[in-house]
Protein backbone atom coordinates (compact mmCIF):
# COMPACT_ATOMS: atom_id res chain seq x y z
CA UNK A 1 0.00 0.00 0.00
CA UNK A 2 1.69 3.25 -1.37
CA UNK A 3 1.63 5.66 2.03
CA UNK A 4 1.36 9.62 1.40
CA UNK A 5 2.72 11.94 4.39
CA UNK A 6 0.99 15.54 4.15
CA UNK A 7 3.96 17.67 6.13
CA UNK A 8 2.83 19.35 9.21
CA UNK A 9 5.34 21.63 10.54
CA UNK A 10 2.92 24.22 11.69
CA UNK A 11 1.75 25.86 8.96
CA UNK A 12 -0.28 24.98 5.79
CA UNK A 13 -4.11 24.38 4.14
CA UNK A 14 -3.59 20.83 5.97
CA UNK A 15 -7.41 19.81 6.39
CA UNK A 16 -8.54 20.92 2.83
CA UNK A 17 -5.27 18.90 1.59
CA UNK A 18 -5.91 16.08 3.54
CA UNK A 19 -9.77 15.84 2.80
CA UNK A 20 -8.54 16.54 -1.31
CA UNK A 21 -6.04 13.95 -1.29
CA UNK A 22 -8.54 10.79 0.76
CA UNK A 23 -11.22 11.51 -1.84
CA UNK A 24 -8.95 10.24 -4.72
CA UNK A 25 -6.38 8.37 -3.06
CA UNK A 26 -7.79 4.83 -3.36
CA UNK A 27 -6.16 2.45 -1.09
CA UNK A 28 -3.01 4.59 -0.14
CA UNK A 29 -2.41 5.46 3.36
CA UNK A 30 -2.33 9.39 3.99
CA UNK A 31 -1.55 10.77 6.93
CA UNK A 32 -1.34 14.70 7.68
CA UNK A 33 2.45 14.33 10.18
CA UNK A 34 5.06 15.93 11.89
CA UNK A 35 7.05 13.04 13.10
CA UNK A 36 10.27 12.67 10.45
CA UNK A 37 10.07 8.78 11.06
CA UNK A 38 6.52 8.97 9.40
CA UNK A 39 7.72 10.93 6.86
CA UNK A 40 10.61 9.74 5.99
CA UNK A 41 9.20 5.75 5.49
CA UNK A 42 6.27 7.03 3.32
CA UNK A 43 6.28 6.61 -0.25
CA UNK A 44 5.08 10.30 -1.68
CA UNK A 45 4.73 13.62 0.23
CA UNK A 46 2.83 16.79 -0.10
CA UNK A 47 4.56 19.98 1.18
CA UNK A 48 2.61 22.58 2.02
CA UNK A 49 2.92 26.06 3.20
CA UNK A 50 0.68 29.16 3.78
CA UNK A 51 1.28 32.40 5.03
CA UNK A 52 4.44 34.18 4.84
CA UNK A 53 7.87 32.42 3.54
CA UNK A 54 10.13 33.76 6.67
CA UNK A 55 6.99 32.53 9.03
CA UNK A 56 6.88 29.25 6.83
CA UNK A 57 10.55 28.79 6.99
CA UNK A 58 10.68 29.56 10.99
CA UNK A 59 8.11 26.90 11.43
CA UNK A 60 10.19 24.32 9.57
CA UNK A 61 13.42 24.79 11.20
CA UNK A 62 11.59 24.81 14.89
CA UNK A 63 9.59 21.90 13.95
CA UNK A 64 13.07 19.82 13.56
CA UNK A 65 11.49 18.68 9.97
CA UNK A 66 14.40 20.39 7.55
CA UNK A 67 16.77 17.50 7.19
CA UNK A 68 13.90 14.91 6.45
CA UNK A 69 11.88 17.63 3.89
CA UNK A 70 15.15 18.37 2.23
CA UNK A 71 15.67 13.88 2.17
CA UNK A 72 12.43 13.71 0.63
CA UNK A 73 12.97 16.09 -1.76
CA UNK A 74 16.19 14.28 -3.20
CA UNK A 75 14.66 10.51 -3.42
CA UNK A 76 10.90 10.67 -3.66
CA UNK A 77 8.01 12.05 -5.17
CA UNK A 78 7.58 15.79 -3.88
CA UNK A 79 4.53 17.94 -4.02
CA UNK A 80 4.98 21.78 -2.98
CA UNK A 81 1.77 23.74 -2.59
CA UNK A 82 1.79 27.77 -2.60
CA UNK A 83 4.60 28.94 -0.08
CA UNK A 84 5.92 25.28 0.08
CA UNK A 85 6.93 25.89 -3.52
CA UNK A 86 8.52 28.99 -2.87
CA UNK A 87 10.76 27.38 0.12
CA UNK A 88 12.45 25.99 -3.03
CA UNK A 89 14.09 28.62 -3.60
CA UNK A 90 17.01 30.59 -2.38
CA UNK A 91 15.42 33.31 -1.60
CA UNK A 92 12.36 35.92 -0.77
CA UNK A 93 12.25 39.40 -1.56
CA UNK A 94 10.03 39.58 1.86
CA UNK A 95 12.35 40.73 4.18
CA UNK A 96 15.15 38.77 2.25
CA UNK A 97 14.18 35.62 3.59
CA UNK A 98 16.79 32.93 2.91
CA UNK A 99 14.91 29.59 1.28
CA UNK A 100 15.56 26.01 1.27
CA UNK A 101 17.76 26.83 -1.99
CA UNK A 102 16.81 23.63 -3.90
CA UNK A 103 16.28 25.49 -7.13
CA UNK A 104 18.13 28.74 -8.11
CA UNK A 105 16.26 32.23 -8.22
CA UNK A 106 13.86 33.93 -5.70
CA UNK A 107 10.52 34.73 -4.34
CA UNK A 108 9.46 38.42 -5.65
CA UNK A 109 5.87 40.66 -5.03
CA UNK A 110 4.13 41.81 -7.71
CA UNK A 111 5.07 45.46 -8.40
CA UNK A 112 2.85 47.69 -8.28
CA UNK A 113 3.64 48.96 -11.82
CA UNK A 114 2.26 46.27 -13.17
CA UNK A 115 -0.76 45.61 -11.59
CA UNK A 116 -3.00 46.82 -13.48
CA UNK A 117 -5.50 44.64 -15.97
CA UNK A 118 -5.75 45.18 -19.94
CA UNK A 119 -9.26 47.24 -19.49
CA UNK A 120 -7.34 49.43 -16.84
CA UNK A 121 -8.52 48.43 -13.83
CA UNK A 122 -6.12 48.08 -10.75
CA UNK A 123 -5.75 44.82 -9.50
CA UNK A 124 -5.29 43.92 -6.17
CA UNK A 125 -2.66 42.13 -3.87
CA UNK A 126 -2.74 39.51 -2.89
CA UNK A 127 -4.23 37.87 -6.22
CA UNK A 128 -7.43 35.89 -3.99
CA UNK A 129 -9.39 33.93 -6.74
CA UNK A 130 -9.49 31.83 -9.99
CA UNK A 131 -6.82 31.84 -13.01
CA UNK A 132 -6.11 30.17 -15.98
CA UNK A 133 -2.76 28.60 -16.27
CA UNK A 134 -1.01 27.78 -19.34
CA UNK A 135 1.16 24.32 -19.58
CA UNK A 136 5.05 25.17 -20.49
CA UNK A 137 5.98 21.14 -20.46
CA UNK A 138 4.40 17.73 -20.59
CA UNK A 139 4.12 16.00 -17.33
CA UNK A 140 2.11 13.36 -15.77
CA UNK A 141 0.57 15.89 -12.98
CA UNK A 142 -0.99 16.96 -15.91
CA UNK A 143 -2.63 14.30 -17.28
CA UNK A 144 -6.59 14.77 -17.76
CA UNK A 145 -6.55 18.68 -17.25
CA UNK A 146 -6.59 21.04 -20.15
CA UNK A 147 -4.80 23.61 -20.88
CA UNK A 148 -5.87 26.88 -20.07
CA UNK A 149 -7.42 25.26 -17.04
CA UNK A 150 -8.47 27.36 -13.68
CA UNK A 151 -6.80 27.01 -10.12
CA UNK A 152 -7.26 28.97 -7.33
CA UNK A 153 -4.55 31.31 -6.12
CA UNK A 154 -4.06 33.20 -2.84
CA UNK A 155 -0.81 35.20 -2.90
CA UNK A 156 0.93 38.72 -3.13
CA UNK A 157 4.34 36.62 -4.39
CA UNK A 158 5.65 34.74 -7.09
CA UNK A 159 8.76 32.57 -8.19
CA UNK A 160 11.46 33.86 -10.45
CA UNK A 161 13.55 30.62 -11.47
CA UNK A 162 16.81 31.21 -13.25
CA UNK A 163 16.57 28.09 -15.07
CA UNK A 164 13.93 28.68 -17.71
CA UNK A 165 13.37 24.73 -18.24
CA UNK A 166 11.75 24.48 -14.52
CA UNK A 167 8.80 26.04 -15.46
CA UNK A 168 5.56 24.17 -15.72
CA UNK A 169 3.23 26.20 -16.11
CA UNK A 170 2.58 30.21 -16.12
CA UNK A 171 -0.20 32.35 -15.69
CA UNK A 172 -0.66 36.29 -15.84
CA UNK A 173 -1.91 38.68 -12.92
CA UNK A 174 -0.84 42.07 -14.16
CA UNK A 175 2.31 40.38 -15.91
CA UNK A 176 2.84 37.02 -16.72
CA UNK A 177 4.80 34.76 -14.04
CA UNK A 178 5.40 31.15 -13.40
CA UNK A 179 2.93 29.58 -11.58
CA UNK A 180 4.27 25.60 -11.58
CA UNK A 181 7.54 24.16 -11.14
CA UNK A 182 8.62 21.16 -12.29
CA UNK A 183 12.04 18.53 -12.56
CA UNK A 184 12.50 15.16 -12.27
CA UNK A 185 10.78 13.89 -8.30
CA UNK A 186 9.22 17.51 -7.42
CA UNK A 187 6.57 18.99 -8.80
CA UNK A 188 5.39 22.58 -6.98
CA UNK A 189 2.29 24.96 -7.87
CA UNK A 190 1.69 28.46 -6.52
CA UNK A 191 -2.15 27.58 -6.62
CA UNK A 192 -3.72 25.49 -4.01
CA UNK A 193 -5.18 22.03 -6.00
CA UNK A 194 -7.02 21.39 -2.83
CA UNK A 195 -8.93 24.62 -3.51
CA UNK A 196 -9.41 24.01 -7.08
CA UNK A 197 -11.87 21.57 -7.58
CA UNK A 198 -12.34 18.80 -10.02
CA UNK A 199 -9.05 19.86 -11.79
CA UNK A 200 -7.32 20.32 -8.51
CA UNK A 201 -8.35 16.65 -7.73
CA UNK A 202 -7.29 15.29 -10.71
CA UNK A 203 -3.76 16.56 -9.78
CA UNK A 204 -3.69 14.89 -6.38
CA UNK A 205 -4.90 11.60 -8.14
CA UNK A 206 -2.30 11.67 -10.70
CA UNK A 207 0.28 12.60 -7.84
CA UNK A 208 -0.63 9.65 -5.82
CA UNK A 209 -0.11 7.37 -8.78
CA UNK A 210 2.96 9.11 -10.18
CA UNK A 211 6.51 7.24 -10.51
CA UNK A 212 8.85 9.35 -11.74
CA UNK A 213 11.71 7.36 -13.69
Not at 17 to 25: E, L, N, P, R
Not at 183 to 206: C, I, M, W, Y
Amino acid sequence: MSRVAIVDYGTGNLRSVSQAVHAVAGTADVLVTGDARAIAAADRVIFPGQGAMGDCMRHLEKSGLRTVVEEALRTKPVLAICIGMQMLFEKSDENNCPGLGLYSGKVIRFPEAAQESADGTRLKVPQMGWNTIIRRQQHPLWEGIKDGAWFYFVHSYFVAPVDDSLTAATTSYGLPFVCAVARDNVFATQFHPEKSASDGLRLFANFVNWNPD
